[in-house]
């Protein structure tokens, strides 16, 4: 079975192992009962959806289902001890990081993402992200433009809503594959904990790392802002808290030690990468940009992950440098200077907001 050797596998690594073994049979109860709960009167999913858009006296006073109420009064507040100030440098990061940061979401968080032969299995279930890809790919894009965005990640803020709407909507689906007869047993449990905190790495310290294999450096202090920023994200997700990064350290270990105990990629993963190269505009430079996109993932995924997933060394490698030679001076620049930084985010903002408008970035 897959997931009972990942666990064997995990569990030779000691007590980081063990606290990753045992997150692959674990959900999140408090979204599971609000799925089971729309399940069974699917007309609630108005009333989520409200009490996600409204204020927090729209979220209280006993007028929602009980599932809800819990859902809600566990995101009601900040964790104690977040560090506002190093959540907003963290979500200036992000922005200031324009083009690059996004090639980095596509190249090194997504593809990450769907190289993993058993947490890729949701996703090729539902069929979403072969069938109606560019959609897909930008809720993502407006998902995270919102938790980055000043003060999206706080209770009531766009990206702490969008937080919770992924959360919930991971449990819908976890409820209909467990259900589903033709899901494989030897799949796991779908969408558990392990995949959760997963996923938490990939929007984090995986997405630090591509950005710099991109040649726009990240120093320890700005990856610490862009954790902090991520584990309050965490929390609204439903990650569990033994599970949430710490620090640098702890990230870039559990990041290494599951892409040491997990298979390599699989023809579902080869397809899941081919759809999202495809997913550009047509027109007579389409080919170009895919080549290109293709070897950008190549770089950032490495030679040892690309080859598995497909991935050609064609000639467009020789265009990566071009790109990512000013990346460098710009973020000395974004550090040095109030001015260049404000302007370096502001012209991030744009380029994510139109992303979000038009569609989602492609690596």
Not at 11 to 37: C, F, I, N, T, Y
Not at 68 to 84: H, I, N, R, Y
Not at 325 to 340: E, I, K, Q, T, Y
């Amino acid at each position: 079975m897959t997931r009972l050797a990942s666990a064997q596998a995990l569990r030779r690594h000691g007590p980081q192992g063990e606290r990753w073994a045992s997150a692959l049979d674990r959900s999140d109860p408090l979204a599971d009962a609000v799925a089971e709960r729309i399940a069974a009167d699917p007309a609630t999913m108005g009333t989520l959806h409200r009490a996600l858009s409204g204020t927090p006296a729209d979220r209280s006073g006993g007028s929602l289902p009980p599932e809800f109420d819990a859902l809600f009064a566990s995101v009601a507040t900040l964790p104690a001890g977040v560090d506002l100030d190093a959540i907003a440098r963290g979500g200036r990061l992000f922005f200031r990081t324009g083009a690059a940061g996004g090639l980095a979401l596509g190249a090194g968080s997504l593809v990450g993402g769907y190289a993993s032969p058993d947490g890729n299995k949701p996703l090729i279930r539902t069929r979403r992200l072969l069938d109606d890809v560019p959609r897909r790919l930008a809720e993502t894009a407006s998902f995270v433009f919102a938790v980055h965005s000043p003060g999206g990640i706080l209770p009531g803020g766009e990206g702490w809503r969008l937080a919770l709407h992924v959360r919930v909507m991971h449990a819908v689906v976890r409820r209909r594959l467990r259900l589903d007869p033709t899901w494989d047993p030897a799949w796991g449990l779908p969408l558990n904990q392990h995949d959760l905190g997963g996923t938490l790495l990939l929007f984090s310290i995986v997405w630090v790392e591509a950005v710099r294999r991109l040649g726009w450096p990240v120093t320890g202090a700005e990856a610490e802002d862009h954790l902090a920023l991520w584990r309050v994200a965490g929390r609204w997700m439903g990650v569990d808290e033994e599970l949430l990064p710490v620090n640098e350290a702890d990230a870039l270990a559990s990041s290494a030690l599951i892409a040491a105990t997990e298979r390599a990629p699989d023809d579902d993963a080869r397809r899941l990468v081919r759809a999202l190269l495809a997913s550009g505009p047509p027109g007579r430079t389409r080919p170009v940009r895919v080549a290109f996109a293709e070897a950008i993932v190549r770089h950032v995924q490495g030679p040892a992950q690309a080859d598995p997933l497909g991935l050609r060394d064609g000639p467009a490698k020789h265009l990566i440098p071009i790109f990512t030679l000013p990346n460098g001076p710009l973020s000395w620049l974004g550090r040095r200077s109030a001015r260049a930084e404000a302007l370096l985010v502001s012209s991030g903002e744009r380029y994510w907001r139109t992303t979000v408008e038009a569609g989602a970035p492609t690596p």
